[in-house]
């Protein structure tokens, strides 16, 4: 997974902008924006709020989840089952939702959007890019 900066930048890059005009749709130096995208300062939660309004994201979507190796997204995915009924199927590896959880008529609703918009870019419906901005939102 990628770092705050290294987020900020890609986003930055993928929209043609400079770190100099990025900074100036947010109130911020040049020289902030690149010390954000080279992790030696962090953006608080405000400025990240400005930077992803201004790249057309997420918030979510520059945050670093830290998830880094497959003992880290097992450790996202049991928060996973804790919160939205995440669970493993242990006839052939998948994942399912347990449908006594809280939150899993939501979760059922947004993987079935997410099913979707994957279905229509694998039928050339959409493009790359019109999928990769649908996950930017996120």
């Not at 992790?39 to 201004?54: D, N």
């Not at 945050?63 to 242990?90: N, T, W, Y």
Request: hydrophobic share 40%; net charge negative.
């Amino acid at each position: 997974m990628a770092t705050t900066g290294e987020n900020i930048r890609r986003y930055r890059k993928a929209h043609g902008l400079s770190a100099a005009r990025l900074g100036e749709m947010v109130g911020l130096t040049e020289s902030a924006i690149l010390h954000y995208e080279r992790g030696i300062r962090t953006p608080g939660e405000s400025q990240l709020e400005k930077i992803a309004h201004a790249l057309d994201v997420s918030p979510r979507m520059l945050e670093d989840h830290k998830i880094e190796s497959a003992r880290d997204l097992v450790g996202a995915l049991l928060q996973l089952e804790d919160e939205f009924g995440l669970v493993p199927d242990m006839c052939d590896g998948g994942l399912w939702i347990d449908p006594k959880a809280k939150n899993a008529q939501k979760t059922v609703e947004a993987i079935g959007a997410w099913g979707e918009i994957r279905h229509r870019l694998i039928t050339g419906e959409i493009t790359q890019e019109e999928y990769n901005a649908w996950k930017r939102k996120f």
